[in-house]
């Protein structure tokens, strides 16, 4: 049984809900009068749902879907979408959004005012957000900014300095709220009077990560926060989750920065989503090629990645696609002030001394010099073709193929099985977001 519908109708919350924080110009009492039908069909279709998106679509509504539903008028679901419907009930739902009312938790449905208008537009948009804190901020100069959950110093410093640097120009940092290069934006953010929205992958009353409960009290206590899901509350942090959640980190923004990625890096996910969103990818370039902690920035600037090397890239790639919102005036900074060439004249003598002594170094004779040979890594096994099957037989045909031929482009998946680009793209995502596959760079898809 969920959190929210233990013993009473009103569901019993956790601590941090106790302690939340009213939200700015959002109660959360203001509620959209389907409100119920919507938290219905999330209960029902879970987050990203397909089938979910076809009702809309063809009833037009959350209750003439519900209605649907429930007059026996809709033949196209599955099994466990049906035993979803007899599970859930509509006195369910209610008893969700009287919990939010409760606890200053806002629920905004696709068809709410509130409604980020950056998320209508992407593919499958999420039909209801929870939220807390200032959801006029979605609506801001947005930059979302993902990576490692254990960066480097140098990706730590890069980030903290170029949040710095936007500081200045308007900009509303988005991010995912994890451990490592979410949480230094986030407050880097805040210690620099920025906005900053935290999208999820948990519901919006799980503390979690606990490590980063501080920084969510900061961010609606001062009032320049907003936090957001599209789990219902109770919903804990599990791995399919995250696919689900960085379509909306990047749907969010004007543009996406990857500050630190491995090869196998859920940052990559993002980035892939900002892709295919039409969103500009940044990635901050290796501090070292051969450290496998950036490995999978390389790709994706070989691909045509913005190199990012201090803010006013990001200021630039704006300006090109709206210059209404970015000022001239930011354009013009010193060299001085980038991430990369330093911060001031003071280092300026540090850098000169290293010089030196690089110099100096040269001129000591090395005793048998020899080149170090980098050892070619070793090509992965491509995994067995077992494991569980998704419901659709065309789904199935895609995931068994890439179970046998291991990471493929998604062109060579479309003509290996002779099936439309479009459906092979629509089934993909949809395969991703359900866990059985993960998208990589450069249109890659790998089975998990």
Same mark, same amino acid.
């Given at each position: 049984?969920?959190?929210?519908?233990?013993?009473?109708?009103?569901?019993?919350?956790?601590?941090?809900?106790?302690?939340?924080?009213?939200?700015? !110009?959002?109660?959360?009492?203001?509620?959209?009068?389907?409100?119920?039908?919507?938290?219905?069909?999330?209960?029902?279709?879970?987050?990203?749902?397909? /089938?979910?998106?076809?009702?809309?679509?063809?009833?037009?509504?959350?209750?003439?879907?519900?209605?649907?539903?429930?007059?026996?008028?809709?033949? #196209?679901? /599955?099994?466990?979408?049906?035993?979803?419907? &007899?599970?859930?009930?509509?006195?369910?739902?209610?008893?969700?959004?009287?919990?939010?009312?409760?606890?200053?938790?806002?629920?905004?449905?696709?068809?709410?005012?509130?409604?980020?208008?950056?998320?209508?537009?992407?593919?499958?948009?999420?039909?209801?957000?929870? !939220?807390?804190?200032?959801?006029?901020?979605?609506?801001?100069?947005?930059?979302?900014?993902?990576?490692?959950?254990?960066? %480097?110093?140098?990706?730590?410093?890069?980030?903290?300095?170029?949040?710095?640097?936007? %500081?200045?120009?308007?900009?509303?940092?988005?991010?995912?709220?994890?451990?490592?290069?979410?949480?230094?934006?986030?407050?880097?953010?805040?210690?620099?009077?920025?906005?900053?929205?935290?999208?999820?992958?948990?519901?919006?009353?799980?503390?979690?990560?606990?490590?980063?409960?501080?920084?969510?009290?900061?961010?609606?206590?001062?009032?320049?926060?907003?936090?957001?899901?599209?789990?219902?509350?109770?919903?804990?942090?599990?791995?399919?989750?995250?696919? &689900?959640?960085?379509?909306?980190?990047?749907?969010? %923004?004007?543009?996406?920065?990857?500050?630190? !990625?491995?090869?196998?890096?859920?940052?990559?996910?993002?980035?892939?989503?900002?892709?295919?969103?039409?969103?500009?990818?940044?990635?901050?370039?290796?501090?070292?090629?051969?450290?496998?902690?950036? !490995?999978?920035?390389?790709?994706?600037?070989?691909?045509?990645?913005?190199?990012?090397?201090?803010?006013?890239?990001?200021?630039?790639?704006?300006?090109?696609?709206?210059?209404?919102?970015?000022?001239?005036?930011?354009?013009?900074?010193?060299?001085?002030?980038?991430?990369?060439?330093?911060?001031?004249?003071?280092?300026?003598?540090?850098?000169?001394?290293?010089?030196?002594?690089?110099?100096?170094?040269?001129?000591?004779?090395?005793?048998?010099?020899?080149?170090?040979?980098?050892?070619?890594?070793?090509?992965?096994?491509?995994?067995?073709? /077992?494991?569980?099957?998704?419901?659709?037989?065309?789904?199935? %045909?895609?995931?068994?193929?890439?179970?046998?031929?291991? #990471?493929?482009?998604?062109?060579?998946?479309?003509?290996?099985?002779?099936?439309?680009?479009?459906?092979?793209?629509?089934?993909?995502?949809?395969?991703?977001?359900?866990?059985?596959?993960?998208?990589?760079?450069?249109?890659?898809?790998?089975?998990?």
């Amino acid at each position: 049984m969920q959190p929210w519908l233990r013993d009473c109708s009103c569901g019993r919350c956790p601590d941090i809900c106790e302690r939340g924080v009213s939200m700015s !110009a959002n109660s959360a009492t203001e509620q959209h009068q389907d409100i119920q039908y919507w938290v219905w069909l999330s209960l029902v279709f879970g987050a990203a749902s397909q /089938t979910l998106a076809r009702l809309l679509r063809r009833y037009g509504s959350a209750k003439t879907v519900y209605d649907a539903i429930m007059g026996a008028q809709v033949s #196209d679901l /599955t099994p466990t979408e049906r035993n979803q419907v &007899k599970k859930h009930t509509l006195h369910m739902a209610e008893s969700i959004v009287y919990f939010c009312s409760k606890n200053n938790i806002a629920l905004v449905s696709i068809e709410d005012d509130r409604y980020p208008s950056l998320l209508r537009d992407i593919y499958l948009p999420p039909v209801l957000l929870t !939220a807390q804190g200032d959801l006029r901020l979605a609506e801001t100069l947005t930059l979302t900014i993902v990576g490692a959950r254990r960066p %480097s110093p140098y990706s730590e410093k890069v980030v903290h300095t170029l949040v710095q640097q936007l %500081s200045p120009c308007g900009f509303t940092i988005v991010s995912g709220f994890a451990m490592g290069i979410d949480a230094i934006a986030h407050n880097a953010a805040l210690q620099y009077e920025m906005p900053t929205i935290a999208v999820l992958g948990c519901g919006i009353n799980v503390n979690y990560p606990k490590e980063n409960n501080e920084l969510r009290n900061r961010m609606l206590s001062e009032g320049k926060g907003l936090i957001l899901s599209e789990f219902l509350p109770g919903t804990q942090p599990v791995p399919p989750n995250f696919p &689900k959640r960085n379509r909306i980190l990047s749907g969010l %923004s004007y543009g996406t920065v990857v500050a630190e !990625a491995s090869a196998r890096s859920g940052s990559l996910v993002t980035a892939n989503c900002a892709l295919e969103q039409g969103k500009t990818v940044f990635c901050v370039p290796p501090h070292d090629l051969f450290d496998a902690r950036y !490995a999978g920035v390389v790709p994706m600037l070989r691909e045509g990645a913005v190199p990012l090397f201090d803010h006013q890239d990001v200021l630039y790639a704006y300006y090109l696609s709206m210059p209404q919102r970015i000022r001239l005036a930011d354009l013009e900074v010193p060299a001085a002030q980038s991430v990369v060439y330093g911060h001031g004249k003071e280092d300026a003598p540090k850098a000169q001394s290293a010089q030196e002594t690089d110099l100096r170094e040269a001129d000591t004779p090395i005793a048998n010099p020899s080149p170090k040979e980098v050892p070619i890594p070793e090509p992965e096994p491509v995994p067995a073709a /077992t494991g569980p099957m998704p419901e659709s037989e065309r789904e199935c %045909s895609i995931l068994q193929f890439l179970r046998t031929h291991g #990471d493929t482009h998604v062109n060579d998946i479309a003509d290996g099985l002779d099936l439309a680009l479009g459906d092979v793209l629509e089934d993909l995502m949809s395969l991703e977001l359900d866990g059985y596959v993960e998208s990589l760079f450069g249109k890659q898809y790998r089975a998990l």
